[in-house]
């Protein structure tokens, strides 16, 4: 009886275990295969007292058009959207497209719909990608919040499925 009890028991936390382990390499998995990736940034709000210092961040392509949809119909809370990436002029990656789809080619990043954006218009979407909070220790994010005032740039890395990942926040002028 006592040994089934501890072998329960090994089971249990080993079953814990392997599921924290998958989940931790499903997030890793963007940083360690994936393409870099460099994209305008803008902070919003720098600090949080529950979540502690980080910047959270926002991208040209956090907020898209509900005409880009044309078609589609209203898209719920969640839905999986694909956003096509292309190198502009500056260096750094713009949207390209958007599909509901995922590509067969390109760079392209994967996002869900967080619901409308209230504070600009109704006509469009609030898009989430996983990468909009950068997390550093106090003196770095302060410092970061200053770098930031004017914009900044944002590494990503995707994967060949779109997930991203944010490797680092750089201010404008430390390009």
């Known amino acids: 009886m006592k040994r089934r009890v501890v072998i ?14 998958g989940m931790y390499i499903k997030a890793q998995m963007p940083l360690w ?10 902070p ?16 040209a392509f956090s907020t898209l058009d509900k005409a880009l949809f044309k078609g589609q119909g ?24 958007v599909s509901l789809e995922q590509p067969q080619g390109g760079v392209f990043i994967r996002g869900r ?9 109704s006509d469009s979407y609030r898009i989430r990608y996983g990468i909009e909070a950068y997390f550093a220790p106090k003196e770095k994010a302060l410092d970061l919040e200053k ?18 990942s944010l490797k680092v926040v750089r201010g404008s002028g430390n390009q």
């Open 8 to 21: 329960g028991l090994v089971a249990a936390i080993g079953v814990q275990f392997f599921i924290l382990l």
């Open 147 to 164: 770098q930031l005032r004017d914009g900044g740039v944002a590494e990503l890395m995707i994967s060949a499925d779109g997930r991203a």
């Open 113 to 121: 719909v967080a619901g409308q954006n209230f504070w600009n218009s």
């Open 74 to 97: 209203r898209l719920r809370q969640g839905e999986v959207v694909y956003v096509g990436l292309e190198k502009g002029a500056s260096g750094l990656y713009e949207r390209a497209s």
């Open 44 to 59: 919003v709000d720098p600090r949080s007292l529950f979540r502690g210092n980080y910047a959270q961040l926002n991208y």
């Open 33 to 42: 295969t994936g393409q870099p990736v460099s994209v305008k940034t803008v």
